[in-house]
């Protein structure tokens, strides 16, 4: 035991460009401090899938996560621009975790319809237009492998702006859009991953390694 203890410890001591505590993570975020523990190992397996240095380069997270280029999905693009919090091209151990906390399932929903809103604000002007919309759903069709008449998606498109623009100006606002979401719930089904719940069962051995006290462990149903 005193071994693997002091293995961990070496390992954590190479700690990576924009390493943060992962106690003060776990209070700025949805996860565990054991949960951020884990999330240590699966950051440390991204960021050196294709070039070893301690941060996730966009190449690496679009392969990982969605197997395609950085030129095939525009859902997986927008995905890593707001996980790259500092827009430096780069994400760093704590824009992860606290990106990745927003898909928790204890995150509050609020901040879920906040970040969905981003994900489609495609400009940076703070309004969702309708050009941005129809390119995600696009995007969002091509990530779940489905096709759809180019008719059929102007329908879509049509309908959400006819009922989520209640001010008629051509674009949808952030209250527009959480009362589009109250209404259609299924929305943002997307911002939540189930399997963040059992992060830790995925990487057991910190069960065996964690610096916690055994008094300080808390384990979920």
Known sequence: MHALTGCFRSMRSKRPPGFENHDLLASETSFSVNEVDALYILF??????????????????????????????????????????????????????????IFHPRTPQADKIEFAFKLYDLKHTGFIERDELKEMVFAILNESELTLPDDAIEAIVDKTF??????????????????LVSRYPSIIRNMT???????????????LTTEAQDSQLVFEN
């Open 44 to 101: 440390g397996k991204l960021s050196s899938s294709i070039i070893d240095d301690g941060l996730i380069h966009k190449e690496e997270f679009l392969l990982a996560l969605f197997n395609c280029s950085p030129k095939q999905n525009l859902f997986a693009q927008r995905l890593f621009d707001l996980f790259d919090i500092k827009h430096n091209g780069v994400i760093e151990f704590g824009e992860f975790v606290r990106s990745l906390s």
């Open 162 to 179: 006819l009922e989520a623009d209640t001010k008629g100006d051509g674009q949808i606002d952030p209250e527009e859009w959480k009362e």
């Open 193 to 207: 991953l189930p399997f963040l719940k059992e992060i830790t069962q995925m990487f057991p051995s910190f069960v």
